[in-house]
């Protein structure tokens, strides 16, 4: 149990202390904060921004980087009695991250709670390109699919037992109406063995003759009737043998037509998946060190306040030292060579091309790894459904072995049954006394209406088996009830996707209607995403978010205008409501607390103010980077941090 409050889905919430060392730009820090809002005060190069980077890595994301000196580095958040961690270790091939982050979603992290300036939400709506696959891209697809196909096979087999049901339960009249006829033909039976029970009787004057020839006739009875159970038997063996055979048939052509996929194949997809699953762990590791040696640089570049080592000038070009060219040569501070700045420059757009096509190889390992886990799965399913069949066959056989062996007693006892009822007959016959009263044809019929009794009352006990399993059928109602539960299931997970999509359209487009009521931009009347295409496909794959910005001018005229004439600052705004609206529509509050707002100079302090207000209704803890003269603007409830407030640990 935890000593923080919790917040109504559970997620453990209060007072937090975070530590850092060796990440980005920060040696050793220690911060704590509470739920609401917290602002990073001060002016760049304060490393405001490597301590929201080490909040995203301990939160589970992917933005910390390890410091460029250090071989390793660790971040931990505590909250209550939780201690989440995460910690990075410079190795031959890279930066390995390890340790019990607070989430295993990264890309919900990076996408909808990390928002830097190079949140990819930001940088897509900055550059006016299609947002449907940076905000859907958490949604595994793949998964969705894998249960929609697991749907509808369950859904099948359920339609195709309603329908032997349905069979079954259509046969209930006519098996009740032959119940009946077979009562009313053994009452009329039963009447007639009466009657000549009696008639026998009277004729049974010479008492021991009579019980001889009623021995005889009971005798002949019993092993009529012994037969005639014998050769029904005989009939159900043959009939089952029969059955088994045509299974036995039916499951080796199965096994005949199942795919072949070998041992040998699965250990090949599994050391292609291992392969793979370690090659994206290689590009994963290249990419954060080429980023980070890529971050480092810009920096470098991009700070105004730090000294680049510049070539010399020659004592006669006095004046050119004192106003050096832009393009003035410089020492590079990693080789110590003279190279002109541009050729600096030059060199980090080739790195950063690298970086980018690393991306790519990533992106294509991860949709291979995808595949090769299908074929896994598919494979797996073919060997369970052949071990299976080879377990059917056996006990089929062995079925078959069993009915052979019984069909084969059943006969031999049939054909000693015959030889004693010829027997049995020639005795009858020559009871002459028997004859000569007709007390040998009233036995004879008397025997015939008790072998005729016995065959209905088979067949009648067979109609009751055939009565109860009917009976024993599922319900035709829970049938149908679980096929409209599968389909309503297996409609749910086709409309997924699209109802996610919904979802941020919508949360957007409030969210946007919101924030413009509040920021009051004078020329923008309003900004909104429209849903195209997708319709019917479950995937998605062909769904775009149209951005449409609906501008009014002096004189109250409306018309549309494209994303790439907004300035800086309303570019940035739409871009933070789109990715709030991610974190709303992916549910992202439910498991992960947080905001990070950094890289907000471009919008003016008081539309901050008004724009923090605005998030903060959202997270729990909402952790902003400002300049000290943008956090001026926001009032005083807010805990602030300042730089010299990040104090060493120990």
Same mark, same amino acid.
């Given at each position: 149990?935890?000593?923080?409050?919790?917040?109504?889905?559970?997620?453990?919430?209060?007072?937090?202390?975070? @530590?850092?060392?060796?990440?980005?730009?920060?040696?050793?820090?220690?911060?704590?904060?509470?739920?609401?809002?917290?602002?990073?005060?001060?002016?760049?190069?304060?490393?405001? @921004?490597?301590?929201?980077?080490?909040?995203?890595?301990?939160?589970?994301?992917?933005?910390? =980087?390890?410091?460029?000196?250090?071989?390793?580095?660790?971040?931990?958040?505590?909250?209550?009695?939780?201690?989440?961690?995460?910690?990075?270790?410079?190795?031959?091939?890279?930066?390995?991250?390890?340790?019990?982050?607070?989430?295993?979603?990264? +890309?919900?992290?990076?996408?909808?709670? *990390?928002?830097?300036?190079?949140?990819?939400?930001?940088?897509?709506?900055?550059?006016?390109?299609?947002?449907?696959?940076?905000?859907?891209?958490?949604?595994?697809?793949? !998964?969705?699919?894998?249960?929609?196909?697991?749907?509808?096979?369950?859904?099948?087999?359920?339609?195709?037992?309603?329908?032997?049901?349905?069979?079954?339960?259509?046969?209930?009249?006519?098996?009740?109406?032959?119940?009946?006829?077979?009562?009313?033909?053994?009452?009329?039976?039963?009447?007639?063995?009466?009657?000549?029970?009696? =008639?026998?009787? &009277?004729?049974?004057?010479?008492?021991?003759? #009579?019980?001889?020839?009623?021995?005889?006739?009971?005798?002949?009875?019993?092993?009529?009737?012994?037969?005639?159970?014998?050769?029904?038997?005989?009939?159900?063996?043959?009939?089952?043998?029969?059955?088994?055979? =045509?299974?036995?048939?039916?499951?080796?052509?199965?096994?005949? +037509?199942?795919?072949?996929?070998?041992?040998?194949?699965?250990?090949?997809?599994?050391? @292609?998946? @291992?392969?793979?699953?370690?090659?994206?762990?290689?590009?994963?590791?290249?990419?954060?060190?080429?980023?980070?040696?890529?971050?480092?640089?810009?920096?470098?570049? $991009?700070?105004?306040?730090?000294?680049?080592?510049?070539?010399?000038?020659?004592?006669?070009?006095?004046? +050119?030292?004192?106003?050096?060219?832009?393009?003035?040569?410089?020492?590079?501070?990693?080789?110590?060579?003279?190279?002109?700045?541009? +050729?600096?420059?030059?060199?980090?757009? &080739?790195?950063?091309?690298?970086?980018?096509?690393?991306?790519?190889?990533?992106?294509?390992?991860?949709?291979?790894?995808?595949?090769?886990?299908?074929?896994?799965?598919?494979?797996? %399913?073919?060997?369970?459904?052949?071990?299976?069949?080879?377990?059917?066959?056996?006990?089929?056989?062995?079925?078959?072995? %069993?009915?052979?062996?019984?069909?084969?007693?059943?006969?031999?006892?049939?054909? =000693?049954?015959?030889?004693?009822?010829?027997?049995?007959?020639?005795?009858?016959?020559?009871?002459? $006394?028997?004859?000569?009263?007709?007390?040998?044809?009233?036995?004879?019929?008397?025997?015939?209406?008790?072998?005729?009794?016995?065959?209905?009352?088979?067949?009648?006990?067979?109609?009751?088996?055939?009565? #109860?399993?009917?009976?024993?059928?599922?319900?035709?109602?829970?049938?149908?009830?679980?096929?409209?539960?599968?389909?309503?299931?297996?409609?749910? %997970?086709?409309?997924?996707?699209?109802?996610?999509?919904?979802?941020?359209?919508?949360?957007?487009?409030?969210?946007?209607?919101?924030?413009?009521?509040?920021?009051?931009?004078?020329?923008?009347?309003?900004?909104?995403?429209?849903?195209?295409?997708?319709?019917?496909? !479950?995937?998605?794959?062909?769904?775009?978010?149209?951005?449409?910005?609906?501008?009014?001018?002096?004189?109250?005229?409306?018309?549309?205008?494209?994303?790439?004439?907004?300035?800086?600052?309303?570019?940035?705004?739409?871009?933070?409501?789109?990715?709030?609206?991610?974190?709303?529509?992916?549910?992202?509050?439910?498991?992960?607390?947080?905001?990070?707002?950094?890289?907000?100079?471009?919008?003016?302090?008081?539309?901050?103010?008004?724009?923090? *207000?605005?998030? #903060?209704?959202?997270?729990?803890?909402?952790?902003?980077?400002?300049?000290?003269?943008?956090?001026?603007?926001?009032?005083?409830?807010?805990?602030?941090?300042?730089?010299?407030?990040?104090?060493?640990?120990?």
């Amino acid at each position: 149990m935890t000593d923080g409050p919790q917040t109504d889905t559970g997620v453990v919430t209060g007072d937090a202390t975070l @530590t850092a060392s060796n990440i980005g730009g920060i040696d050793t820090a220690q911060v704590e904060f509470s739920p609401g809002v917290t602002l990073l005060t001060g002016y760049n190069a304060t490393n405001r @921004t490597s301590l929201l980077r080490a909040v995203n890595g301990v939160l589970g994301g992917t933005e910390a =980087t390890l410091r460029s000196s250090a071989d390793e580095g660790e971040v931990s958040l505590t909250i209550g009695d939780e201690t989440y961690t995460r910690s990075y270790r410079r190795t031959g091939s890279g930066v390995v991250a390890s340790g019990e982050p607070f989430t295993d979603s990264e +890309a919900l992290v990076d996408l909808f709670v *990390s928002l830097f300036e190079d949140n990819e939400v930001r940088r897509t709506v900055a550059r006016g390109k299609n947002l449907h696959d940076v905000v859907m891209r958490p949604v595994d697809t793949a !998964a969705i699919e894998r249960r929609i196909r697991e749907l509808q096979t369950e859904r099948e087999e359920l339609q195709r037992e309603q329908e032997r049901v349905a069979e079954r339960r259509n046969e209930l009249p006519e098996l009740e109406q032959r119940r009946s006829e077979i009562d009313e033909r053994i009452e009329t039976i039963d009447e007639r063995i009466a009657d000549l029970r009696a =008639t026998v009787a &009277e004729f049974e004057e010479d008492a021991e003759a #009579a019980e001889d020839a009623n021995e005889i006739v009971d005798e002949l009875d019993s092993r009529r009737q012994e037969l005639s159970e014998t050769e029904d038997e005989i009939e159900l063996v043959e009939s089952e043998l029969s059955a088994l055979e =045509t299974e036995l048939e039916e499951l080796r052509e199965e096994r005949a +037509a199942l795919p072949g996929g070998s041992e040998a194949d699965r250990s090949d997809l599994e050391r @292609t998946l @291992t392969d793979l699953r370690q090659e994206k762990r290689e590009l994963d590791a290249e990419i954060s060190s080429l980023t980070t040696i890529l971050e480092f640089n810009r920096e470098i570049l $991009a700070d105004e306040d730090h000294q680049l080592p510049s070539i010399e000038a020659e004592d006669e070009d006095v004046t +050119a030292a004192l106003a050096p060219e832009p393009e003035q040569g410089v020492v590079c501070w990693t080789c110590g060579s003279r190279v002109e700045r541009g +050729a600096i420059d030059d060199r980090l757009a &080739e790195l950063e091309s690298i970086v980018e096509g690393r991306r790519s190889d990533r992106e294509d390992a991860a949709q291979r790894i995808d595949e090769v886990e299908d074929r896994l799965a598919e494979l797996e %399913q073919q060997r369970q459904r052949s071990s299976s069949v080879e377990h059917d066959i056996e006990r089929t056989e062995e079925k078959i072995d %069993q009915r052979e062996q019984r069909l084969e007693q059943l006969e031999s006892t049939a054909a =000693t049954l015959r030889e004693a009822i010829q027997e049995l007959e020639v005795e009858a016959a020559e009871t002459e $006394a028997l004859r000569e009263n007709d007390l040998l044809e009233t036995y004879e019929e008397l025997s015939e209406l008790q072998y005729e009794r016995g065959q209905l009352e088979q067949e009648r006990d067979d109609i009751d088996e055939e009565l #109860a399993d009917i009976s024993d059928l599922p319900d035709p109602g829970d049938l149908s009830e679980q096929v409209d539960e599968l389909s309503r299931e297996l409609e749910q %997970q086709r409309s997924h996707i699209t109802d996610l999509e919904t979802a941020v359209v919508e949360e957007f487009n409030e969210r946007m209607a919101d924030i413009l009521g509040i920021l009051q931009f004078s020329n923008i009347a309003r900004v909104w995403i429209e849903r195209k295409g997708g319709a019917g496909d !479950a995937r998605g794959s062909e769904t775009t978010f149209d951005l449409h910005v609906i501008r009014e001018d002096e004189g109250g005229t409306v018309y549309e205008d494209v994303i790439d004439h907004l300035s800086e600052s309303e570019r940035e705004v739409i871009g933070l409501v789109v990715a709030l609206s991610g974190y709303l529509a992916h549910d992202v509050h439910e498991t992960v607390p947080f905001i990070t707002l950094d890289s907000l100079e471009a919008i003016d302090a008081e539309r901050i103010a008004d724009l923090v *207000s605005y998030f #903060a209704d959202f997270s729990s803890y909402l952790l902003v980077a400002l300049l000290p003269e943008d956090a001026d603007a926001l009032p005083d409830i807010h805990d602030r941090i300042s730089p010299a407030e990040f104090r060493p640990t120990g």
